[in-house]
């Protein structure tokens, strides 16, 4: 199927791309093009302008300071894969935008696109929301800061308004005695994350002293699992406890599951406390992909 009839315009600025969507609530921005084509295809979605913002040069580049790691919105998976800064930084994002894809997804994708298309099935809003990341974002008033908890509103929604634009994802740097690792089970055919789980634990020798995780693909939104936080911390991180505590994530899901042709929702919660057993087990050591 093709898309619907649409204006182009391409961007050479933040500035401009502002302009450009102000007073046009059907207007899309376009970045790497993996999102926002798939769905225009299927006529899901029918904007009346796509705005072009991949030329737009302050909004790509990787940098550390002052224990932050920022990344511009239009830096590709590939970029992420390639930065010994994030390697350094996040291992677990390094790792996560390794596993997006393929290699012509992970060079055209970019980390913007990716949150702001904001896909259940996807794996990057799990692993900032456990990192703890905030999103920055620019409109026409001034700019302004949104935390990963605040950011993913539902299914295919963001607290990005029709007039603003991601400009960038800031996340701290994963301190020397903390471990953080993403384990999912994926679709076999498009790498999707049927469900997705991420951690981070802080430990002082063999014991948990904090411990923040998070699930994705069984829920409209990444959710993170309080109970499973609480069990962690202050344990020695056995195979056993991390299996009693992971169990939890069963109560801090909620209702609102996804199921689907791919896997039931019962399915999904049950496979949830399973991936997040594995990514522990893989943070601490006791397991390794």
């Not at 182009?8 to 046009?24: I, M």
């Not at 991949?54 to 998976?77: D, F, P, Y």
């Not at 905030?134 to 908890?149: E, H, L, M, P």
């Not at 929702?265 to 049950?270: G, I, N, S």
Request: proline share 3%; with cysteine.
């Amino acid at each position: 199927m093709f898309a619907t009839e649409f204006e182009y315009q391409k961007a050479s600025s933040v500035s401009e791309a502002l302009q450009l969507l102000s007073g046009n609530g059907e207007a899309k921005i376009l970045a790497g093009g993996h999102s926002l084509i798939p769905i225009m295809k299927l006529r899901l979605a029918r904007p009346g302008k796509v705005i072009d913002i991949g030329g737009i040069s302050e909004l790509k580049g990787i940098s550390v300071e002052n224990g932050t790691l920022r990344i511009g919105a239009l830096t590709t998976h590939a970029e992420i894969v390639a930065s010994e800064q994030v390697r350094t930084a996040s291992g677990i994002l390094w790792e996560t935008a390794y596993g997006i894809g393929d290699p012509q997804v992970r060079n055209r994708g970019t980390i913007g696109g990716n949150v702001a298309h904001a896909d259940p099935a996807s794996d990057l809003p799990t692993v900032l929301k456990v990192m703890n990341a905030t999103f920055n974002i620019q409109g026409q008033s001034g700019s302004r800061s949104v935390s990963a908890d605040d950011f993913f509103i539902g299914a295919f929604t963001t607290a990005l308004g029709d007039d603003e634009i991601l400009t960038g994802v800031s996340m701290p740097v994963l301190a020397e005695n903390q471990h953080a690792e993403y384990a999912k089970m994926a679709h076999p055919a498009t790498s999707f994350a049927v469900v997705g789980a991420a951690c981070v634990v802080t430990m002082d020798h063999h014991n948990c002293t904090a411990a923040r995780v998070a699930v994705g693909g069984l829920t409209p939104t990444p959710m993170r699992g309080p109970s499973v936080e609480q069990a962690l911390a202050g344990q020695e991180l056995t195979a056993e406890n991390i299996t009693a505590a992971t169990g939890l994530i069963v109560k801090d899901v909620g209702s609102d599951l996804i199921g689907d042709i791919f896997a039931s929702a019962e399915y999904r919660t049950a496979m949830a406390a399973i991936e997040l057993k594995h990514a522990v087990f893989h943070a601490t050591g006791l397991a390794h992909h």
